[in-house]
C-alpha cells in the first residue's frame, strides 16, 4: 500500500521569505501522480501544484514549485516571497495512475506559520 | 458551478444513532472518495469509488458504509454511531485523466455524544 509522509508538524517562516515543505512517499509503481493541497481555516482544500511522474522537469506555479526526486521518493514545495495568506495546513498526496487503483492517499500535514 | 455538495455541514449524534452523509457532484466525475479528518490531522481514505457500481475499502473503512448507484451519488452511512467517529468527513472526486485533480466538498462535521 502506497504511504505518504510529512515528516515537518509545523513550520514558521517570516513574510517574503522562502520556505520549503518536505513529504517522502512509498510506492512499488512507477506511473503516479503528486499533487500539493492547501487547507486554509476555512477547511476548504485548495490544490497548490501537481506533478506527473513520468515528467521529470519540475512543476512551477508563479509562486509555488516542487524538487521532485523519484528515485529517492521525495516531492518538496517551496514557496517563494511568503505573504500572509499562505498561512494554512498544507498535505502532500499520492495517487496511482492505475484506473482501479485511483485513490488518493494523503500525508499528515504540515501547518505553515508566516510572520509578519 | 455547484461542483462538490456535502449536506449536511453540521450535525450532532448521540452514540448509536445512525445517519447518511450526502454527497453529490455534478462534474461527470468517474471517481469519487470519501475522507475523515480528526482534529490537527490529516485526511484519512474511508471508501472511495471508481465509478457506478464499483465501491472499495480505504485505510478506515469500519463503521461506514457506501453505495454508489449513480455517477453523481456517493452517500456515506454510519451505523450505530461512536465517540470515535467524531470528526470533519470530506467528500472528493475526480476525473480519470492524467494528473487530474480532486475536487472537494466543504465538509461535515460531525459530533457523536
Known amino acids: 500500500a502506497q504511504t505518504v509522509t510529512q515528516s515537518q508538524p509545523e513550520m514558521s517562516v517570516q513574510e517574503a521569505e522562502t520556505v520549503t515543505l518536505s513529504c517522502t512517499y512509498d510506492t512499488s509503481e512507477s506511473d503516479y501522480y503528486l499533487f500539493w493541497y492547501k487547507q486554509p481555516p476555512s477547511r476548504q482544500m485548495i490544490l497548490v501544484i501537481r506533478q506527473e511522474a513520468y515528467k521529470q522537469q519540475n512543476a512551477t506555479e508563479n509562486r509555488f514549485s516542487v524538487n521532485f526526486q523519484k528515485a529517492a521518493k521525495s516531492f518538496s514545495l517551496k514557496i517563494s516571497d511568503s505573504q500572509l495568506g499562505d498561512a494554512a495546513m498544507y498535505f502532500c498526496a499520492y495517487r496511482s495512475a492505475s484506473w482501479r487503483a485511483q485513490k488518493l492517499v494523503f500525508g499528515q500535514g504540515t501547518r505553515l506559520t508566516i510572520n509578519p | 458551478n455547484a461542483g462538490v455538495t456535502q449536506t449536511p455541514k453540521f450535525r450532532i449524534l448521540k452514540i448509536g444513532q445512525s445517519m447518511t452523509l450526502q454527497c453529490t457532484q455534478d462534474m461527470n466525475h468517474n471517481y469519487m472518495y470519501w475522507y475523515r479528518q480528526d482534529p490537527g490531522m490529516g485526511l484519512k481514505l474511508i471508501y472511495y469509488?471508481?465509478?457506478?457500481?464499483i465501491t472499495d475499502k480505504g485505510e478506515v473503512p469500519n463503521g461506514y458504509n457506501v453505495s454508489r448507484s449513480t455517477t453523481e451519488d456517493f452517500p456515506l452511512r454510519l451505523e450505530l454511531a461512536a465517540p470515535s467517529q467524531t470528526s470533519v468527513y470530506f467528500c472528493a472526486s475526480s476525473y480519470w485523466g492524467s494528473g487530474t485533480e480532486a475536487f472537494f466538498g466543504q465538509g461535515t462535521r460531525l459530533t457523536v455524544v
Open positions: 469509488s471508481v465509478g457506478a457500481g
